[in-house]
């Protein structure tokens, strides 16, 4: 369920200028990919033949490469024997391939991502060529664990480069790179029952400490690119979303819906703002920190002011009587 970098991953230190050189010098394929000109280098392009957009070529090239370098111990047996097709597989009892599908329904284009991206020589080449050629709308149906974090970003910019409006309904599970994928779409609907997951970027390697720092800082710019199309798509920073990452977080439809990252929950659609709030300081009260509230002072009881020597006035009932009786003389 995690996403992965594959072993070519650990060697993508050559700039654009370096790649163009070792074309010209016939170290790398002409349009730069596959540079090898270390052991090293031959390893990587061994194990990452499945990701070529030509597989026959870049076979031929990783032959001639080494046997310049005096390594043609490194080739698989299948590639010495004269195997035509060679790539890393899947066990037996796990080959599929049929990852994707793509369905043409009464003029309405449908695709289908129901299994794991890219990995065990299944890359996203394919996939992308048929839907660079589909015209129009296209609705993606998604239902995947994740997969290989690269061939993931390929398909979620397709997803965004594309003319036509893009709908990607998520039936089941967005997990992983999965969950990159749908934010590619114009519109993102989530089934009332399915679950969306993000998390940080994984891999295994082997190697020495210098290659395990470099693969640490790979991963951690990955993450970092990860989490800035999640603040794409839903608001918010991208250090924000990496720490949801961190913590491998888990949304339902409607918990998905509350943050952003899905515009509507089938059935239930995302409540839109009645007015452009940018111009304040908090774009309204979801926004905003909590109001400060003051105490209303408390009232201080009124306290006569009451001299010591002023005699306490009583009411003498029969001098007034005998006061009134002499007054009706």
């Given at each position: 369920m995690k996403d992965?970098?594959?072993?070519?991953?650990?060697?993508?230190?050559?700039?654009?200028?370096?790649?163009?050189?070792?074309?010209?010098?016939?170290?790398?394929?002409?349009?730069?990919?596959?540079?090898?000109?270390?052991?090293?280098?031959?390893?990587?392009?061994?194990h990452a033949i499945g990701r070529a957009s030509d597989p026959a070529a870049a076979k031929a090239h990783i032959k001639k490469r080494a046997a310049a370098l005096g390594a043609t111990d490194a080739l698989p047996d299948d590639w010495k024997?004269?195997?035509?097709?060679?790539?890393?597989?899947?066990?037996?009892?796990?080959t599929k391939v049929d990852w994707y599908r793509i369905e043409n329904k009464a003029g309405a284009n449908e695709v289908y991502i129901y299994d794991e991206i890219?990995?065990?020589?299944?890359?996203?080449?394919?996939?992308?060529?048929?839907?660079?050629?589909?015209?129009?709308?296209?609705?993606?149906?998604?239902?995947?664990?994740?997969?290989?974090?690269?061939?993931?970003?390929?398909?979620?910019?397709?997803?965004k480069n594309r003319a036509g409006e893009t709908t990607v309904h998520v039936d089941g599970l967005a997990a992983s790179i999965a969950s990159v994928i749908a934010m590619g779409a114009d519109r993102v609907v989530m089934a009332p029952k399915a679950q969306l997951m993000i998390h940080?970027?994984?891999?295994?390697?082997?190697?020495?400490?210098?290659?395990?720092?470099?693969?640490?800082?790979?991963?951690?710019?990955?993450?970092?690119?990860?989490a800035s199309v999640y603040a794409d798509k839903a608001g918010n920073t991208t250090e924000f979303?990496?720490?949801?990452?961190?913590?491998e977080t888990w949304y339902s439809a409607d918990e998905a819906l509350d943050a952003g990252l899905v515009d509507e929950v089938e059935g239930k659609a995302k409540k839109a703002d009645a007015f452009d709030l940018s111009m304040y300081n908090h774009a309204g009260r979801g926004n905003?920190?909590?109001?400060?509230?003051?105490?209303?002072?408390?009232?201080?009881?009124?306290?006569?002011?009451?001299?010591?020597?002023?005699?306490?006035?009583?009411w003498d009932f029969a001098a007034f009587k005998s006061s009134l009786k002499e007054g009706l003389k």
């Open positions: 992965y970098c594959d072993w070519d991953f650990l060697n993508r230190d050559f700039t654009t200028e370096e790649r163009q050189r070792l074309a010209k010098s016939g170290e790398a394929m002409p349009d730069g990919s596959f540079p090898i000109v270390t052991r090293e280098d031959l390893d990587n392009a061994i024997s004269g195997t035509s097709n060679w790539t890393p597989k899947r066990p037996k009892n796990l890219g990995g065990y020589g299944m890359t996203s080449g394919s996939f992308l060529n048929e839907l660079r050629a589909l015209d129009g709308d296209v609705s993606v149906h998604l239902n995947s664990p994740g997969g290989d974090v690269f061939d993931g970003l390929a398909i979620y910019q397709a997803l940080e970027g994984f891999t295994m390697a082997a190697g020495d400490a210098a290659d395990m720092r470099k693969l640490a800082d790979l991963l951690d710019r990955t993450s970092d690119n990860i979303w990496r720490n949801r990452m961190r913590e905003a920190p909590a109001p400060v509230t003051i105490d209303a002072p408390a009232e201080t009881p009124v306290v006569e002011n009451k001299k010591d020597d002023e005699p306490e006035f009583t």
